[in-house]
Every structure is written in C-alpha cells, then in structure tokens.
C-alpha cells in the first residue's frame, strides 16, 4: 500500500515533468493530480530535488522496459532490433501527437547546467542507452550486418544523441519528419555492412 | 537612448534564458541583472511571452551574424565552411565549460509543447538554420566535395536535428566530445564526395 502511494506520486509527477519539465512543475500541482496529502510527499521524498533525481531512475526504468521483449528476441537479428525500437518509439510520439519528447534528454537540457547531482544521475541514465545500442551494433558487426570497421560505442554515441535531437526538432515541427529523418540518415548511411 | 535600454534588457535576458530557460527566469531577475526600473520593461514588452519571443529573434540574428563572415568567404571549400562553423561554436562552448547549449534548441525543448507562439518562432529559427547549411550542402554539390545523390535538404535537417543533440548530450557530459564525435560521423559518412 505505501510503495502504491509513492509509485503513484512518481508516475503522477513523472507524466507532467515529462510535459512542462522540472522547474516549471510545482510539487502541490504532482499531489492534487495524484490526489494525495502533502504528509505523504515528504514522507516518501526528502524534497524536490530528491524527487527529481527519483523521477529519472523512474524513466530509465520504463526505457529498459520497453525494450526488453525486443532485445531479448533472439530471432530478430540486430539491425532489426534497433529498428524495432526507434519504431516503437516513433509509434509512442505518434499517439502523443509529436508532444512530450525523451524525458531523459529533456531534463538534460533543462538541468545539466543547474544541478550536479541530476547532471551526473542523467549522465548515468544516457550512458545506459548509448550502452544498450552499443552492445547491439557489437550484435550486428559479428553477424555481419554492420561494417566491422564502425567503431560501436561512438557509433552508439551519435545514434542517441542525433535521436534526442530528432526528439527536439519534431516538437517544433509537430511532425514525425524528423524522427524518420533519422532512421533514414543512420541505417542508410552509417550502420551498414 | 531608447533602443539601448531595450537592446539591454534583450541581451541581458537573453543569457540568463540561455542558462536557465525561459520558465525558470523571473522579469525582475532580469531587470536587476540590467540594472533597468520595471517600468522600462512593459515600456518594450507587452508581457513576459512577448519579450520571449523577441529573445528567439535575438538569438536567431545573433547566429545569422557568427556564420556571416565564412559564409561569405569565396575563398573556402563549402565543405570547409561547414566545418569552420562547427568548429567556432565548438570553440564558444569551450570557452563556456560545455555549459549553455543552444538556445533555440534548449527552447524547443522547453516551449514546443507548451505554447503555440514559441513553437511558431522556434521553427521559424529552426528552418533558417537548416536552410543556411542546405544551401552550403548545394553548393558543395555543385562544386563536387559531396555526392549529388544526397538529399541537401533532408542532410542539412538531420546536420542540425544531430548538432542539437549532440549540445544537450554535451549539457550532460560536461565534455566536446559528443560535439567532436557529431562531427566525425556527419564528414566521414554523410557530407563527403
């Protein structure tokens, strides 16, 4: 019951910093839509950068969740499977209407320069992406899908970075096009045998 | 007279918006930091939204006129002038211990979602920045240092979709290198003959 309570403010919380973002998001405006008393806040969280740094392990979580069947599909070869993920990713913003974006690059641009302890805890969580798509490429280089020439871990590097740019760019086009610019630009151009 | 105390107050808004973001900077926050009375403020600006979109016109010229210089020089190689840019932001954010990032792109961030007249402007400034480095991609096509078979427009969208991902990533790894490696994959796999 009490771990629901604190689940149920950190999804409540997560959703709308995931909208308006950190700063601009009130801890009284998380409650009264999570409909819960003050108490149980500071019962649960030491204070709101406490919360903050909670919300990003949240959201790092709910990344790895989602791409968990994909990546544990040993029938789908590599290449297959990072295009599976961007897919499903696409399909998220899709049914959000280009809104929202990637709350780890979010909160990175929001809060990489004011905050050393959500810098470092963002840091944490994009490494873990960049390592995720690194150990597919690595996949795909043995199977031989990918140009073993690719050096996997900047090649990961850029495919995540170049991604939360697209991010940012579709929430001003308010289209996918820049989403599916980047699928095009990375598998036509950079992984390939 | 008149022009200077508005200039002042969008230069001085302007890097605190930089650093912090737009929902995060108070008005009073910037008029002490311009040592300007409240009043002169609503003198300029009809309100805080309007004044915001005014600082995205100063960022917007503020690029325009840093590239100006290479653009204009008949002397480079288009594909040289492509990396001359980079390469003198790259050196603005050494300069500033990899902190800042782009505004536009920080805005996009921040505002895309939230309010249909910076999503406009953003776009706007978005646009011209794609169009300035399609147009050196044509010329670049032209001249032979890139293959005719790129699309010089779809190229100079994912150019800066990766570059604004690159600065947030950069926000967060407190280091040039996911600039260095943004340039690394754009020269030797996309731009090139």
Not at 74 to 99: G, W
Not at 177 to 187: A, D, T, V, W, Y
Request: charged share 25%; proline share 5%.
């Amino acid at each position: 019951m009490k771990e629901n309570i604190k689940n149920k403010i950190l999804e409540t919380g997560a959703e709308i910093i995931h909208l308006k973002g950190f700063n601009h998001t009130g801890i009284q405006e998380i409650l009264n839509a999570a409909n819960v008393p003050k108490g149980s806040f500071y019962h649960y969280f030491k204070n709101k950068e406490d919360f903050g740094l909670q919300v990003i392990d949240y959201f790092n979580e709910y990344f790895s969740l989602s791409c968990k069947d994909i990546l544990e599909d040993a029938a789908q070869p590599p290449l297959e499977k990072i295009s599976q993920i961007l897919q499903r990713f696409i399909e998220f913003f899709r049914s959000k209407d280009c809104a929202y974006g990637c709350p780890i690059g979010n909160l990175s641009q929001e809060m990489g320069d004011l905050s050393p302890p959500f810098q470092a805890k963002l840091k944490e969580a994009m490494d873990s992406m960049v390592d995720m798509y690194a150990g597919i490429i690595r996949e795909g280089q043995k199977s031989g899908g990918i140009s073993p020439l690719l050096d996997a871990g900047k090649a990961a590097e850029f495919l995540v970075s170049s991604w939360e740019g697209a991010l940012l760019h579709m929430k001003i086009e308010k289209s996918l096009g820049p989403l599916e610019n980047h699928q095009r630009f990375i598998f036509e151009y950079i992984l390939k045998p």
